[in-house]
């Protein structure tokens, strides 16, 4: 599954609910919020002029003006020192964890995308932020960002110019406002383009970036989004025209972003997956899937979205798992689950994000169904639509005979983006590393904790690529590194003394 489906449709919008939410309410109300506001018929068509009036045609003049003025803001971020540059980007960030600012764009997120779980979703934007911020406090920007005394060489970061990013409906928080972090941070403008359901949560986060700039004497433009109607032209004409493209989200998305001609880091991560030895009790295997399975509902990048462990260890992993709050579906509820996720059609009917009771009835499970924290299922092989769960509040536990076969499976369905491995043994770690190659491995801990966290040594990234395997230019997360060239200065160490060559190591001018 994608990570975004409305970043694949065209039509304009943008919701207006403010206010709580409950966690279990379904998806129906805020999108069809957004099909109102974006003005389109009950099939779905498109209206020919936007909701303010913008034809296809206009679209790429749109993002020419919109670059334009993020390019001058850009040319007076350069001027500025790596010093100022630092206080500029800790202003910013502290307006952005603030915890009343925090609250309120979860609410936000939550109320117009119809997606995650409202609480759930605060944590989440706060730790991104939190982890963001602490990453940018050891990762050098601007200036001078490494000295070699061995070798005599220096290197200097610099701007890179204007950043393009998509904002999919599922990150609607956290990718705006940490590759806002970023882009500051390397001296950089960016302008946003949201999926049509994350217009109006996107605009909340650019202004209260806009405000902290404002605040901190610098120029507002360099923090900005494309103007209303979102559409798919209006994103790939911004592609096209920034500098550095940053395209997760749809396949079509993270296909305009690699196909756009911008260096850019592309990619549709879409669930991890585990492999666990049995070495490993079974409760601690399930205590950390069943966090990377439930948090915000499953819509996470690197949420757990199956764990492949040998035959043995099955049977005792399902059981740690109901113990965490699952319910194990038996054969006629997964094929109920397979019809659902194999059924297409509207963002109504998109089980992505939803809560575990919206869940749990869309399928007609029985009470304990409706009363659990996340569902099982145990697929009956790599080519079935439940082999991996990403996007829900669910885990897919797969067994095999003997841990190569282990491996073997999660190589076959797993995403080159990041994995897990559950194991006592270093050696089991590093074949999995070997085998996988994901950009990103984490050992012992949930998935989630791929994008960085305290308990372990990963930057800070809210978006996850697996490289070269992937046809993604990102390996791993995208760092602040990303948002700033580099250039290495050399200068002659060691007199060349050497009689034949005329000083030549001196002079640097030849025989």
Avoid: W
């Avoid at 005394?149 to 610099?158: D, P």
């Avoid at 490289?467 to 580099?486: I, K, M, V």
């Amino acid at each position: 599954m994608d990570g975004d489906p409305a970043g694949e449709s065209d039509d304009p919008g943008a919701a207006n609910g403010t206010g709580e939410t409950e966690a279990d309410r379904g998806d129906e109300t805020g999108r069809k919020r957004v099909n109102a506001a974006a003005g389109t018929d009950p099939d779905g068509a498109t209206p020919a002029r936007g909701r303010y009036g913008a034809s296809t045609s206009e679209l790429p003049d749109r993002a020419s003006r919109a670059v334009a003025a993020a390019r001058k803001a850009a040319d007076e971020l350069a001027c500025r020192d790596p010093d100022d540059t630092a206080a500029l980007v800790r202003s910013v960030g502290e307006r952005l964890a603030d915890r009343e600012t925090v609250s309120r764009l979860a609410r936000s997120a939550a109320n117009e995308t119809g997606r995650g779980h409202p609480g759930t979703k605060t944590e989440k934007v706060a730790t991104a932020l939190d982890a963001a911020r602490r990453t940018l406090r050891d990762a050098p920007t601007a200036g001078v960002v490494d000295r070699d005394g061995a070798t005599g060489t220096v290197t200097l970061a610099g701007p890179i110019g204007v950043v393009g990013a998509a904002v999919p409906a599922t990150h609607p928080v956290v990718i705006p406002a940490v590759v806002s972090l970023y882009a500051l941070a390397g001296r950089n403008a960016v302008v946003f383009a949201p999926s049509p359901s994350a217009v109006e949560t996107c605009d909340v986060v650019v202004e209260t970036v806009r405000r902290a700039l404002a605040d901190a004497g610098a120029p507002t433009g360099a923090v900005s989004m494309l103007p209303a109607p979102a559409s798919k032209p209006g994103t790939d004409a911004l592609f096209e025209r920034a500098d550095f493209v940053v395209a997760a989200g749809s396949a079509a998305t993270v296909a305009a972003g690699q196909r756009c001609g911008t260096p850019n880091a592309a990619t549709s991560a879409d669930g991890v997956v585990a492999v666990a030895d049995g070495s490993v009790p079974a409760e601690a295997v399930a205590t950390r899937v069943s966090v990377g399975a439930t948090y915000d509902f499953g819509a996470h990048p690197a949420g757990d979205a199956a764990v492949v462990t040998v035959s043995p260890a099955v049977d005792p992993l399902c059981s740690a798992l109901e113990a965490e709050g699952g319910y194990v579906l038996d054969a006629a509820e997964r094929d109920r689950l397979r019809a659902l996720l194999g059924g297409g059609g509207s963002d109504e009917a998109d089980p992505r994000g939803n809560s575990p009771r919206r869940l749990a009835a869309a399928l007609d499970l029985p009470t304990p169904a409706r009363e659990a924290a996340f569902l099982v299922a145990e697929p009956d092989g790599a080519d079935d639509r439940l082999a991996t769960l990403p996007g829900i509040p669910a885990v897919a536990v797969h067994g095999r005979s003997g841990f190569d076969a282990a491996l073997d499976l999660a190589a076959e369905i797993g995403s080159s983006h990041a994995a897990a491995v559950h194991t006592t043994q270093q050696r089991r770690a590093r074949r999995v590393a070997a085998r996988l190659a994901p950009g990103r491995l984490v050992v012992n801990q949930p998935g989630i904790a791929a994008t960085g966290a305290r308990s372990n040594g990963f930057e800070a990234a809210p978006v996850l690529g697996g490289g070269t395997a992937e046809g993604s230019q990102l390996c791993g997360g995208l760092t602040p590194e990303y948002f700033a060239r580099t250039t290495t200065v050399a200068a002659t160490s060691v007199v060349d003394e050497a009689a034949h060559r005329n000083g030549a190591g001196d002079t640097l001018r030849g025989p």
